[in-house]
């Protein structure tokens, strides 16, 4: 059974400075990985979306990578700025269904 | 539409009473998903509708939760006899095809209705 987990839980850190965001899924076999922000109240905005045969993934400031022999991936955000604040959400899809399995997120603060 | 829309936005009901959630795809999406997100949890699975196919509705967490979706577009989640366990933010996603259907575009998410249950 997959199961997705995100360290830390909440993050708060001064604006510019770059950070990563940690996901880890316990079973290898994904088919992709999709990296969500979701603002206070509201619902959920793709980021990245990574296959399983890409290591990594950018959009701008934002970097995901992918390995899936240690079931890890990682969101880096450069130069990081106060619109970042936010909760992070990664999703894991194992091969063979069809479902995404959320992690529990990281919310963070990006201070002025 | 241009995204994926919900309605209503928030929803607050008593105890018992029945309510009805909406969701309105993007324009040509097969796959249409629920998920329940609850106060300081992850998403949960609900249901899983893909083009004609019967859906998969096996997350739903009791026989109180139905779901259709009618004419392959509009969907509507319906939760009989309301509990306070209930409450949550409910949000529907889309997707250009479902997996094992040639692609894999990734969910495209709506704002969520917050159902306050009282």
């Known amino acids: 059974k997959q199961e997705v987990t995100q360290i830390p839980a909440a993050l708060s850190v001064p604006e510019g400075e770059n950070l990563v965001l940690n996901c880890s899924f316990t079973?290898?076999?994904?088919?992709?990985l999709q990296w969500f922000r979701q603002d206070p109240g509201k619902g959920l905005t793709s980021l990245l979306l990574?296959?399983?045969?890409?290591r990594e993934q950018t959009s701008g400031r934002l970097n995901a990578s992918l390995d899936k022999s240690s079931g890890r991936s990682t969101l880096y955000i450069a130069a990081s700025q106060p619109g970042d604040s936010a909760t992070y959400l990664c999703?894991?899809?194992?091969?063979?269904?069809?479902?995404?399995?959320f992690g529990t997120g990281t919310r963070l603060k990006v201070l002025a | 539409g241009a995204g994926v829309s919900q309605s209503p936005s928030n929803k607050v009901t008593e105890k018992g009473k029945d309510v009805e959630l909406r969701c309105d795809p993007i324009?040509?999406?097969?796959?249409l998903y629920w998920y329940r997100q609850s106060l300081g949890q992850g998403l949960e699975f609900l249901i899983y509708?893909?083009?004609?196919?019967?859906?998969?509705k096996s997350g739903l967490p009791s026989d109180r939760f139905s779901a259709e979706r009618t004419g392959g577009s509009v969907s509507t989640l319906t939760i009989q006899r309301t509990q306070q366990e209930d409450s949550a933010v409910y949000l529907c996603?889309?997707?250009?095809?479902?997996?094992?259907?040639?692609?894999?575009?990734?969910?495209?998410f709506g704002s969520g209705t917050r159902l306050t249950v009282v």
């Open positions: 996603a889309s997707s250009p095809s479902g997996p094992g259907t040639g692609g894999d575009y990734g969910y495209t």
């Open positions: 079973d290898s076999a994904i088919y992709n």
């Open positions: 990574i296959q399983s045969s890409q």
């Open positions: 999703a894991a899809r194992t091969s063979g269904t069809y479902k995404y399995i």
């Open positions: 324009s040509g999406h097969t796959a």
């Open positions: 509708f893909q083009g004609n196919s019967a859906p998969d």
